[in-house]
């Protein structure tokens, strides 16, 4: 019987060692009753070599557990990284960050809180080793000696081995039965180190060059010159995407918003002319989005992405910096380090701590887009006396759930104030519930509040003149777009200067806010066009000179 016990124990401890989830958003891990898919390969392992030699000696258990605690410590991150800082693991960036982190904390603590820390933390990994080795010792001399007799056993180990197979070929039936391997991750970080300390394996995932090096390489004065020192805003506009066009109901709906969104334009006197563009990332992702219009690379291979943050590839960001503008990278819904904001090298990085936002927090994301865009104007004011200024803002209020729609509110001084909105409006507010199964009709309140706000702050203007990019980074989910969706979104190019907005129309643009259907490209065509539009020379100077270069 205590047999029976030890080997029910030991097998539930080593699958739960890489089946557990994190308790949103903490450190901390809870049970999941999945199958972990390493789990049954540890078992066949164990199962095989018994059966072959019929023991397992003690070096192989020590090599063995040792891979095992390996693969504990890969889950945790996997499963603990996105919960804490909003994105996937990255073991370029996040891997340096433990010793920073480390050393940081422990300037800030007495000696004794740091050894204990440190002691603590040690004694957690020994007594892990010591449960891990257990478990398996347990395996090869007591579960797998007495399962090797029996056909049933070898036939259910058949069934285990087919699940696993299946789940890592991401046959999604098999997800509420088998936990997310570990394996794939570990390769792909391996993948990531790789192509960031190889320039071969960067030169066979990147491409050599971009529209931006180029541009970089331009004579000097002319990359830029078109734009005549105006102030550039590259705005993506979170989950705005081609369905707000192409499904009938939606676009009735949001008739009204959009034209009430191109009256305010022209009554701050500009003109907006509009495309649809493929984004490389569908209902999420939005990394892939916004680095593709940085870049002028396409990054629909998430592979593609990781690498490029290795590199020290250059970016809007640096162009517009070589010409004298100064940076802004605008994140509202970063309240967590960042360490890959290194790769972007903005003069002025704002986050959403920085924002200082003191009204109510409106959803998950907390901070309104409407509040964000004009706290940025206050704290950062754009004289006649400040350098041109890039800045690059995506915003985030749009973002799944897409409920509650924050208030919009008329009076920017009191938007800006502690107490933003009505007590009653904001409890009505407050008192909405994402419906998680009836997504659209939020949806579509959630973008008629994108336009409203937009509009209106441009309508309001700065004094400076200014070129904006409104563009969407993907299509909201499959739950609001149905199934067989495109990729595609809608751009907005806005200014005040007529004739650059023409160089657009000469590339395929339409005027106001009813673009044509057909996608010019993808986005990081637009970052071509925008580069093209603000040359000295305009659109079809590079062809021209291709042409001329030509053999």
Known sequence: MMRTVQGVAALLLLNACLSFSTWWPTPWVVLDA?????????????????AWRGTLGQGAVRVITLGYLLLVLGRYADVTVPALFG????????????????????????????LAVLAG????????????RWGIGVLATQVAPAAQAHVGAWLITLAAVALAAANYAGVQATWPYVSKPVVPVAWRQAQVLWGAW???????ILPPSSPVDEAMAAPSGTALAALGGADVMLMPLESLGAITYDDPEMRTALQAARERFEQDLRDGGYRVVSAFLKSPTFAGGSDLAHLSLLSGIDLTDPMRHDVLLTTRRETLITLFRSQGYQTFGVYPGVFWPWPERAFYRFDQYVDGPALDYQGPP??????????????????????????????FFPTITTHLPFSPVPPFQPD?????????????????????????TQMRPDYVRMVEYGY??????????SGREAFYIFVGDHQPAASVTGEGASWDVPVYLVSRQERLLQRF???????????????LGGLHDLTDHLLQAFSAQGPGARATRLAQHSP
């Open 362 to 391: 409106i959803g998950f994301w907390k901070i309104p887009d409407q509040f964000s865009a004009a706290q940025l104007e206050r704290l950062y004011p754009r004289d006649a006396r400040a350098k041109p200024r890039f800045t």
């Open 34 to 50: 999945r199958v972990a898919p390493e789990f049954i390969g540890l078992w066949v392992l164990v199962l095989v070599v018994v």
């Open 121 to 132: 933390g040690a004694s957690l990994l020994i007594g892990l080793y010591a449960l891990l």
């Open 412 to 436: 920017a001084q009191r938007l800006l104030s502690p107490q933003p909105y009505d007590p009653e409006e904001v409890q009505r507010v407050l008192a909405q519930r994402p419906n998680w």
């Open 505 to 519: 129309v000469r590339l395929g643009y339409q005027p106001g806010v009813h673009p044509r259907r057909d996608a």
């Open 452 to 461: 409203r706000w937009l509009g209106a702050h441009l309508r309001e203007g």
């Open 87 to 114: 994105r996937p693991i990255n073991a370029y960036w996040d891997l340096p960050q433990i010793p920073r982190f480390l050393w940081v904390s422990a300037q800030e603590w007495p000696w004794w809180l740091t």
């Open 198 to 204: 190889s320039s071969a394996r960067q030169a066979v």
